[in-house]
């Protein structure tokens, strides 16, 4: 069974830091371009940035230079690193696991909330 946690969501002030964490289990984690996506209220998910196994990552131009997703394959577990959060940063934070190679297959983990407010 694929179980994607995430943990480390909450309330932070503007300019303030957050740090969420995915753990993934049942996955050849290896085998995944893992992701951060978010949600806003009345508005469709996107991307805020994932990574493959190389460390090559991509990030929204929203949060270039303020967020950085890391991952540890050791731990299967994938990172995002925000820093000077913003009100827009608010919104429901969802790790994804996309997978590189046939057959193809995509897991969402259940989300978490960031508020960035005063």
């Known amino acids: 069974q694929v179980q994607l946690v995430e943990s480390g969501g909450g309330l932070v002030q503007p300019g303030g830091s957050l740090r969420l964490s995915c753990a993934a289990s049942?996955?050849?984690?290896?085998?995944?371009?893992m992701g951060w996506y978010r949600q806003a209220p009345g508005k469709q998910r996107e991307l805020v940035a994932d990574?493959?196994?190389?460390?090559?990552?991509n990030y929204a131009d929203s949060v270039k230079g303020r967020f950085t997703i890391v991952r540890d394959d050791a731990k299967n577990t994938v990172y995002l690193q925000m820093n000077s959060l913003k009100p827009e940063d608010t919104a429901v934070y969802y790790c994804?696991?996309?997978?590189?190679?046939?057959?193809?297959?995509?897991?969402w983990g259940q989300g978490t909330q960031v508020t960035v407010s005063s």
């Open positions: 990574i493959i196994g190389t460390g090559s990552a």
């Open positions: 049942g996955i050849i984690f290896s085998h995944y371009r």
């Open positions: 994804g696991a996309r997978k590189l190679i046939i057959p193809f297959s995509e897991y």
